[in-house]
């Protein structure tokens, strides 16, 4: 069964760079042909897909977050990580990394981020 963890810091400054890792148990992130994506839900708001890199190790961005965004991973670790830069108060949110093929079918349970001063 495959289960994915996110973890990395709850609170980062205005302006940094918020950075997380999500780790994959039970399922390599090289099994074709699965993307690991990064979404997220900002308070009160609903599901943001902010992008993905496959089994491949392609990448896929959100236009609207492209500027600012690198997904990468490590398949020694079996990890694949989300950096988002220039930070403003309003990338708060839970921030989820999940498994997709034909649907989003596995989900860590989130993490909360709060960017304040």
């Known amino acids: 069964q495959v289960q994915l963890q996110e973890s990395g810091p709850g609170l980062v400054k205005p302006s940094q760079m918020l950075s997380l890792t999500c780790t994959v148990s039970?399922?390599?992130?090289?099994?074709?042909?699965?993307?690991w994506s990064w979404i997220r839900q900002p308070p009160g708001k609903g599901l943001e897909w902010m992008g993905a890199?496959?089994?491949?190790?392609?990448?896929y961005y959100s236009p609207s977050l492209k500027s600012r965004t690198s997904i990468s991973r490590d398949t020694s670790q079996n990890q694949f990580s989300l950096q988002l830069s220039s930070v403003t108060p309003e990338d708060t949110a839970v921030y989820y990394c999940v498994r997709a093929r034909d649907s989003c079918d596995v989900w860590g349970q989130g993490t909360q981020v709060t960017v304040s001063s």
């Open positions: 039970g399922g390599s992130i090289t099994t074709s042909y699965y993307a």
């Open positions: 890199i496959t089994y491949d190790g392609s990448t």
